[in-house]
């Protein structure tokens, strides 16, 4: 059964990612945040070495969810650690392993997404892939970084169905090409603003006179609030947001992930100021970060000369202290805009790449295109 639980969710990968070719992404309506230039890809892989692998799974009619893996380079990172950090906005949530990356301030394996019941079978799957890795055969701590949302509107999510087989491949079909968007891998099942979210990513270039940095970001969308694209007020143009009615309480709960990657060569100190600064492009869609929102930012730098290496069993032992890159302070400004760029578009193409999902008994519609693009031009938002 598991097999076959597999290899339909595979199949379905490929369906679902021929039925969002259809949906623009934002840029495609003239809708482009800010000041910076995205990268050739726009997505969080136009950061060398970056990879993404994604697995969706569907089953009959109640099982709507996925694996999305981002992996920060191209070797083992328990041997070629990154600097990393994380910045919480509001934490209802289950991230998996942040307690050693705080501490440390460095990732030690990919990040996977999944579904909230799903973390720790993804965990423990990773970790058993990891542990398989050539070079591995003596280690006995690991510290895998899992996160999630819960994706239970749209999925029999207290069924598990996340496998070891599923975050394997995810893992293993990981590339550096473009991102499939919308409703694939952890982003299957997902909701934000009331329509369908899940995955998205877009990115931001520097100029050479700023350092000539990329900036990547990736989301898993679940959230609520009073969606607005560059301004425009579109959930209550929509008649769809937050206290619409508010004698229910409905705050906009939910959960976001957001995983920023860069090349600049930024300590974790300075990663997490990075990371803080995300919270401000999803603020610009109309998220609040409410009550029971899990809003996580993870951020970490592949720039070679701030990893950390740790040689594997056998190797000489690599000396204790070390000589890294360090981008100074004032240099930050122009990352902290391109993450808010890059969020806040990662976030609209979650949104519009998604395409319509139903499951047990209930249908989340995909944003509407033709309401957007009319509520776009009587803001006059876009240059389209």
Not at 5 to 28: F, N, V, W
Not at 56 to 64: L, P, W, Y
Not at 177 to 184: I, M, P, S
Request: glycine fraction near 14%.
């Amino acid at each position: 059964m598991r097999l076959l639980a597999l290899t339909l969710g595979c199949c379905l990968a490929g369906t679902a990612t021929a039925q969002s070719t259809g949906r623009p992404r934002a840029r495609d309506l003239g809708i482009v945040p800010g000041v910076f230039p995205a990268g050739p890809l726009n997505a969080i892989t136009d950061v060398a070495g970056v990879r993404v692998g994604q697995v969706t799974i569907v089953e009959g009619d109640s099982v709507r969810t996925g694996v999305t893996a981002i992996l920060p380079h191209d070797r083992n990172p328990f041997f070629e650690r990154v600097p990393a950090a994380l910045h919480v906005g509001n934490g209802f949530g289950k991230l998996l392993g942040v307690t050693q990356l705080t501490e440390l301030g460095e990732l030690e394996t990919p990040i996977l997404l999944t579904c909230t019941l799903c973390v720790w079978r993804a965990a423990d799957a990773m970790v058993d892939w990891m542990l398989g890795q050539p070079g591995m055969q003596s280690v006995q701590s690991i510290n895998p970084v899992v996160g999630e949302t819960n994706d239970g509107a749209l999925n029999a999510i207290r069924s598990r169905p996340v496998g070891a087989g599923h975050v394997r491949q995810a893992l293993e079909r990981a590339s550096s090409g473009a991102v499939e968007e919308g409703a694939v891998g952890a982003g299957t099942g997902t909701v934000a603003f009331g329509f369908k979210g899940g995955i998205g990513t877009s990115s931001r270039l520097l100029p050479a006179t700023l350092g000539g940095y990329t900036i990547g970001v990736l989301v898993q969308s679940n959230f609520g609030g009073v969606l607005q694209v560059l301004g425009a007020p579109v959930g209550k143009e929509l008649d769809r947001y937050a206290f619409r009615n508010t004698r229910d309480h409905d705050g906009g709960d939910g959960s976001i992930m957001m995983v920023v990657a860069t090349d600049a060569p930024l300590s974790d100190r300075n990663l997490r100021r990075l990371a803080a600064r995300a919270i401000m492009g999803l603020a610009r869609t109309g998220s609040s970060a409410s009550n029971g929102s899990g809003d996580y930012v993870l951020a970490f730098s592949t720039a070679a000369g701030v990893r950390r290496r740790v040689a594997p069993p056998g190797a000489p032992a690599v000396p204790p202290g070390r000589q890294v890159e360090d981008l100074g302070n004032d240099a930050m400004s122009a990352l902290f805009q391109g993450v808010v760029e890059a969020t806040e578009e990662a976030v609209y193409n979650s949104l519009l790449k998604a395409t319509t999902v139903t499951s047990r008994g209930r249908t989340i519609e995909a944003l509407p295109l033709d309401r957007l693009r009319e509520i776009l031009a009587k803001y006059h938002v876009t240059n389209r």
